[in-house]
């Protein structure tokens, strides 16, 4: 698959943007000096192309520029450094002006005959020498080797095997192959039986630069051997016109083969996570406010369906919910900052969280580099520090089924009949015992199988609240565990939420980050 420059940029800015403090500084850097110089070259005269001739001292390079162009053009000196400043040599001086400027090279020629008739907006510069003894020469080729849009590497038959030309120069370039021409220059010192042989040596070391398609031509800038096949080569750079996306796109390539893969990205564990929901919800206190939920049912329903001779010993005890900011009359302001007063978490739970938290964001980055590794362990370390008073919120919102039941009222009804029927029976006896003291006659006390009815009332009314007291003790307890088992869920439900927030997608972003990173480096490197 052909993949465009437009693509090879399109992945650089995801590489940048996905990669973050992933990416080392350096290479940062560089990823934000090749998108700005795209942008700039792609809007600088698009038909041109710029070649530059880069070559050590005493390699004939100046002298080679001439006799492409056949004119005395550059200087050519015994002294070196032979070349402080670049020189272009142009046959569209209008068309290269803000292309020259922004390369910043200011000595310029001007020839009316193509070095090539395909290529009349070829731009040829003359570079400094790469190993001057001055350093703003070196600058000067380092600058503009990053810059020209294909390059002419020239070496002599002395120094073909430099290896600062090698190691410095031609091997960070390697992935631009396609815009790159390797010339030995001065094959006139060397016999014919050598030339050969020569060039092969040339070609094992250009070999081991890792450009091996790369062609070596045997010139020789005095004599014109193989200048034909140069300039035939060179417009060939300059006619298709291709040259300036190839270059960019090189750069591309060679910088994503300098980064590091986020390695395998994997999915988010299912189980892993519904571990780190019960972890933290264990942490959070839902447990605790699950049961203070079922205390809180019974006590109230103690009040409500107990015998009421001694059910209001109930009113006594504290309820458990209101004990934790979370009563069933709890009233007034903003459930968003409601603030719950659940004892903070003891050493114990909170190591527990912490190490859940941790083990998700491992079981997370399972598959991953070490560096991206550590941005989900950062990432989780910052959500340790958050979850707390979030997770508190979380329960202070939570809406808990602390309403009373439906049946607490007819229990209370019956209760109270039954309480009156009690009455009645007492107070019948104290009516048959005391109206006759006052000279008034006695109620008639009838009875059942030997029982007075009024102590069958009172007798009757004492164990019927008894029972009545029992039944609903039974019920409330079975209610308030349906109750705790419902609080617990709907607790969960909001602390999912809080952990999804402030746990899950942060790893989730950084999972999608690796994602979006391994799949823009395999365009960007293509």
């Known amino acids: ?38 942008g700039r070259r792609r809007e600088l005269s698009p038909g041109s192309t710029v070649v530059g001739v880069f070559g050590a001292t005493g390699s004939g390079k100046s002298s080679l520029v001439n006799a492409l162009v056949g004119a005395e053009v550059a200087r050519t000196h015994v002294r070196r450094p032979t070349t402080s400043e670049a020189l272009a040599v142009t046959w569209d001086p209008e068309g290269a002006v803000d292309l020259l400027d922004w390369l910043e090279v200011r000595d310029r020629v001007v020839r009316e005959d193509p070095l090539d008739p395909r290529a009349r ?16 020469n070196r600058a000067i080729a380092e600058r503009l080797a990053a810059q020209v849009d294909a390059l002419v590497w020239v070496v002599d038959p002395q120094k073909y095997a430099d290896d600062v030309l090698h190691a410095q120069f031609i091997t960070p370039h390697a992935r631009h192959s396609e815009v790159t021409l390797i010339v030995l220059n001065q094959v006139d010192l060397l016999s014919a039986a050598d030339v050969p042989k020569v060039v092969a040596s040339l070609k094992q070391i250009v070999d081991r630069d890792g450009i091996p398609k790369a062609t070596v031509l045997p010139v020789s800038a005095r004599t014109g051997h193989g200048m034909l096949a140069l300039r035939k080569a060179i417009g060939d750079l300059a006619a298709t016109r291709s040259a300036r996306d190839a270059r960019l796109a090189a750069d591309i390539a060679a910088l994503a083969d300098r980064l590091e893969s986020p390695g395998v990205v994997g999915r988010l564990d299912a189980r892993a996570r519904s571990r780190l929901l019960e972890e933290i919800g264990v942490a959070a206190g839902a447990d605790v406010v699950a049961r203070a939920v079922a205390g809180s049912y019974r006590k109230r329903s103690a009040q409500a369906t107990g ?19 979370l009563g069933p009359k709890r009233t007034g302001g903003d459930p968003a900052v409601h603030r719950t007063s659940l ?4 050493a114990a739970a909170k190591a527990k969280a912490s190490i859940a938290v941790r083990e998700f964001a491992d079981t997370a ?4 580099t070490e560096t991206w590794r550590g941005t989900l362990r950062s990432d989780a370390e910052r959500s340790l520090e958050t979850l707390p008073e979030a997770l508190d919120l979380a329960i202070a919102r939570t809406r808990l089924p602390a309403r009373g039941s439906w049946w607490w009222a007819i229990f209370a009804i019956l209760q109270w009949l039954v309480v009156l029927a009690g009455l009645v029976g007492a107070g019948w006896l104290l009516a048959a015992a005391l109206l006759p003291r ?22 009757g009314a004492v164990l019927a609240g008894i029972l009545l007291g029992l039944l609903g003790g039974v019920l409330g307890a079975i209610t308030a565990a349906s109750r705790r088992r419902r609080a617990r869920k709907r607790l969960l439900a909001e602390i999912e939420k809080v952990v999804a927030e402030k746990v899950v997608a942060p790893l989730e972003a950084d999972l999608q980050r690796a994602r979006d990173f391994a799949a823009a480096l395999r365009v960007a490197g293509s």
Request: no cysteine.
């Open 1 to 38: 698959m052909t993949v465009s420059l437009d693509d090879r940029l399109t992945a650089l800015r995801t590489l940048r943007a996905a990669g973050g403090d992933n990416i080392p500084a350096p290479l940062a850097t560089e990823a934000d000096a090749v998108l700005t110089r795209a």
């Open 121 to 136: 907006q070829l731009v040829l510069l003359d570079l400094p020498d790469f190993d001057s003894i001055e350093s703003g």
């Open 307 to 325: 015998w009421p001779v001694v059910s209001w010993i109930a009113r006594l005890r504290a309820d458990p919910l209101t004990r934790l900011g």
């Open 343 to 346: 004892p903070p978490p003891n």
């Open 365 to 368: 980055a399972d598959g991953l």
């Open 438 to 459: 006052i000279g008034m006659p006695a109620p008639e006390i009838p009875q059942v199988e030997g029982w007075a009815v009024p102590t069958l009332l009172i007798v």
